[in-house]
């Protein structure tokens, strides 16, 4: 939120004016999507799975632009995370955890649990 590329329309748009190179791909961050509402979040996905290059794995409340641990906001992960799948991603899931320096490594632990679990469901 707040920056140049900050939705899924507005990358497409780029990469159409650059005449959609191929050597430039995509940071999806899966909690901006749903801070910025952009839903179903699998079908934002399903739109650009493959120029995606990176992916950050945070969790959010819709319109609000906060990073919470994996499982404590809105993101339904499953679906996302088929459709990465689906499309043949298989680069990096760079898990983004909350402002909370004094708990990391509790919060890292429940949140690489979490993201274990919905892998499991693929």
Do not use: K
Request: charged residues 20%; negative net charge.
């Amino acid at each position: 939120p707040g920056m140049f590329i900050d939705t899924v329309a507005r990358a497409e748009q780029l990469l159409q004016r650059l005449g959609s190179p191929p050597t430039l791909g995509l940071t999806l961050d899966i909690g901006h999507l749903e801070c910025l509402g952009e839903r179903p979040l699998e079908q934002t996905v399903r739109r650009v799975v493959d120029r995606i290059v990176n992916v950050h794995v945070d969790d959010m409340l819709c319109c609000r632009h906060e990073h919470l641990p994996l499982g404590s906001g809105e993101v339904a992960f499953g679906p996302v995370l088929y459709e990465l799948a689906r499309g043949g991603y298989a680069g990096g899931l760079h898990v983004e955890l909350p402002r909370q320096s004094h708990r990391w490594l509790v919060t890292a632990r429940q949140s690489l649990a979490f993201l274990h679990r919905e892998l499991e469901c693929l």
